[in-house]
């Protein structure tokens, strides 16, 4: 009787230890899928930064080049 007693609470402790195990898993695999998001977010942005500074770099060079024309054209 004092056997299977004691038995039992081993086996409800591994049980809850276990629980506790699975929910920790849970809990860090949730934080890491978030933080691939983020990190998969900040990559999106980035890329939409250097694509509006390309354009913006390419629109400077436009304008330069008008201004060089318009300068010759003057002169």
């Known amino acids: 009787g004092e056997d299977y007693k004691n038995d039992t609470k081993m086996f409800e402790s591994l049980i809850n230890k276990t629980t506790d195990m699975a929910e920790q898993v849970?809990?860090?695999?949730?934080?890491?899928?978030?933080?691939?998001?983020?990190v998969a977010s900040t990559m999106e942005q980035s890329?939409?930064?250097?694509?509006?500074?390309?354009?913006?770099?390419?629109?400077?060079?436009?304008?330069?080049?008008?201004?060089?024309?318009?300068?010759?054209?003057?002169?």
């Open 26 to 38: 849970l809990s860090a695999t949730a934080e890491i899928s978030n933080s691939i998001d983020t």
């Open 47 to 75: 890329s939409a930064g250097a694509q509006e500074i390309a354009r913006g770099s390419e629109n400077t060079s436009r304008s330069l080049e008008q201004t060089t024309r318009s300068s010759v054209a003057l002169a």
